[in-house]
């Protein structure tokens, strides 16, 4: 877990976009995917983001990995990353074709890495929409934001949507500063990371999003003995899948088409997300500015090289 020290609005600005800038530190500066159109790939490279242990991700994913296989006629490889920066510079540096981003991190690889959203997941009981929500154990004494005042608190990730830049909004319309009205925040690195410290006493509350701790809730790995909701946002554009905009263009229909049917072609290749999602719909790049709206309030500037 990571201690958060200083401004962490500076924090986040820095550790989101440090990948990206030490790239272009040094030697010939790199061709963009906008300057130059790329060329067909042998294999297609797929991002995860990093939401629960590495090798789980590797096995939820080998059924979603062999239907696009099927679909496009490339073989496939999976690249986990160990933060969502990693994902965004891997794209960034054309070491990924598509990949799957939370909302936030999306919008920083739109911006940073030419990543263009195509689908939304359509999940079970939430459709194309989750919340971010605020955990703390049962006896902790914590019922309301305000009681969060002193008490330890964990965020998961700098580029995490509901596990970092949603709370930081909801937080500062209720006049909370994490920096200076909390004992110490940290970044947990994960959702399910920040619901097993609060779990084991380990900080007094935390934001992760509705769906892993439904997830987690199911799978008993908490229950209401160690875990309570104070805190449910306003519903959050969901994870969106995206391409690189430089793939050739009959490359980009078959893995948009491949994606919106497969739940009429195969069910297993939806299940890397726990059977949650039904679907996948057709996105745009407009449906999430109103993440890019949430990082204008808390002064977060996405164009900063």
Known sequence: ??????????????????????????????????????????????????????????????????????????????????DYSGVIEAMRSGKLDIAMFGPFSYVLAADKAGAEAFVVENRKGSGTSYRSIVVTHPDSGVNSLQDLKGKTYSFVDPASTSGNLIPRSFFKKNNIDPEKDFKSTIYAGGHDAVALAVKNRKVDAGSMDDITFGNMMEKKLISEQNLKVIFRSDPIPGSPWAYRKDLPADLKTKIREAFLAMDKEDQAALSAYAGKVEKYDAVSDSNYNVIRDTAKILNLDLNKK
């Open 1 to 82: 877990m990571k201690k958060i020290r200083g401004n962490a609005m500076t924090v986040v600005v820095m550790m989101v976009m440090a990948v990206v800038m030490l790239t272009g530190c040094g030697g010939a500066p790199k061709t963009t995917t906008q300057e130059k159109p790329a060329e067909a790939p042998k294999v297609l490279r797929i991002g995860a983001i990093p939401a629960e242990d590495a090798q789980k991700t590797r096995d939820a994913y080998a059924a979603l990995t062999k239907y696009l296989e099927k679909k496009t006629g490339l073989k496939t490889e999976l690249f986990v990353a160990t």
